[in-house]
C-alpha cells in the first residue's frame, strides 16, 4: 500500500453526505473516491449517514478513513472496487445494503455507465456492502458490516492480494464469498488474509466461502453460526489458525468446517482444534 503516501497524496474532506451519482458535487463521497485523479485520501468533516444512490465505484490508489467520525453508509448501494489496486476502506459502518433499480453512475476516469448487470461486470447492483473484482492489494479494515441484502465481502473474478481485518460482521446470513464461481478458475491465483476479525451474533454461513484460490483465516473470533463457520470448494488452499470458535444450537450447527462432497479442501488446522473441542462440549 506505499501508493497511498508519500508526496503526491491529495487531502479530501467529506462534508456534503448527498449523493448524486452522475454529476458527483464537490464535498461528496463520490466526488472524492471516484471523479478526483491520483492518490486521494478521503476523511469525513463529522459524523453521517450517506444512502448512495448506485454503486460507489472507487478509484486506484484512494484511501477512505472514517476515523473520528461516525460514518454510516446505509439504506442505498454499496462500494465497488473493480479493476483497481492500492485501495483502503477503514472505519466505516456498512449496513442495509440493497439492490438498486439499474441506473446509470460515473466510473473512474469519469465515463458515466449503467450501473446494473451484476455477475462479473463489478456492477455491484445485488446488494454487497463491498465488492471487489478483479483487483489487487486491497485492505477493509476496522469497519462493522450487517443486515445486507447479499454478501458482506465479496472478493471475486483475480482479485488478489486482499487482507480483511478487524471487522466485525454481524446480523447476516451470507458474510463473505472469495471466488467467483466453480467454473472461474483464474481464482486459484487469490490470496486473501482474513484476520482479527469478529464474526457474531446473529450470522448463519461463509466466514468465509473459499473457491480455487488460497485464504489464511488467523486469528479470529467466531460467536456461533447456524450452517457452517467456514466452507470451501473446487479445491481451495484454507489456513485456518487460531481462531477461537464458540459453537451455538443443536449438535448439526456446530460444525466448523464445510467443504461440499467430492471436492478436494485441503485445510490447515492448527493452533484452534482443542478450543474447538472444548466450547463444543461445553454448548452441548
Not at 463520490?30 to 468533516?45: C, D, H, M, N, P
Not at 433499480?101 to 451484476?118: I, K, Q
Request: aromatic letters at 8%; one cysteine or more.
Amino acid at each position: 500500500m506505499r501508493q497511498n503516501r508519500g508526496p503526491g497524496v491529495t487531502a479530501y474532506t467529506v462534508t456534503d453526505p448527498g449523493d448524486d451519482p452522475v454529476r458527483p458535487r464537490p464535498g461528496t463521497l463520490r466526488y472524492g473516491a471516484t471523479v478526483l485523479g491520483g492518490k486521494v485520501w478521503i476523511t469525513f468533516e463529522r459524523g453521517m449517514h450517506i444512502r448512495l444512490a448506485q454503486p460507489l465505484f472507487v478509484r486506484s490508489f484512494t484511501a477512505i478513513d472514517g476515523r473520528g467520525a461516525d460514518v454510516h453508509i446505509a439504506g442505498g448501494a454499496g462500494i465497488v472496487l473493480h479493476e483497481v489496486s492500492g485501495v483502503i476502506i477503514h472505519g466505516l459502518h456498512i449496513h442495509d445494503i440493497r439492490s438498486q433499480p439499474e441506473g446509470p453512475a460515473v466510473r473512474p476516469g469519469g465515463a458515466v455507465r449503467p450501473a446494473g448487470g451484476g455477475g462479473g461486470s463489478g456492477s455491484g447492483t445485488d446488494g454487497d456492502a463491498i465488492r471487489v473484482v478483479a483487483s489487487s492489494k486491497v485492505w477493509i479494515d476496522h469497519n462493522s458490516l450487517s443486515r445486507c441484502e447479499d454478501g458482506l465481502v465479496d472478493v471475486t473474478v483475480g482479485s488478489n492480494d486482499v487482507t480483511v481485518s478487524n471487522n466485525w460482521f454481524f446480523n447476516h446470513d451470507k458474510v463473505m464469498l472469495l471466488g467467483h464461481d466453480d467454473g472461474h478458475a483464474a481464482d486459484s491465483r487469490m490470496r486473501v488474509t482474513v484476520a482479527f476479525n469478529r464474526f457474531g451474533p446473529n450470522v448463519n454461513q461463509r466466514m468465509p466461502r473459499i473457491r480455487h484460490g488460497y485464504a489464511h483465516v488467523v486469528n479470529n473470533v467466531y460467536l456461533g453460526w447456524r450452517d457452517y463457520a467456514i466452507g470451501g470448494s473446487m479445491g481451495p488452499s484454507v489456513k485456518s489458525e487460531g481462531n477461537l470458535f464458540v459453537a451455538s444450537g443443536t449438535a448439526e450447527n456446530r460444525k466448523v468446517f464445510q467443504s461440499q462432497p467430492f471436492i478436494s479442501c485441503v485445510v490447515s488446522f492448527l493452533l484452534f482444534a482443542a478450543l474447538v473441542t472444548l466450547y463444543c462440549n461445553l454448548c452441548r
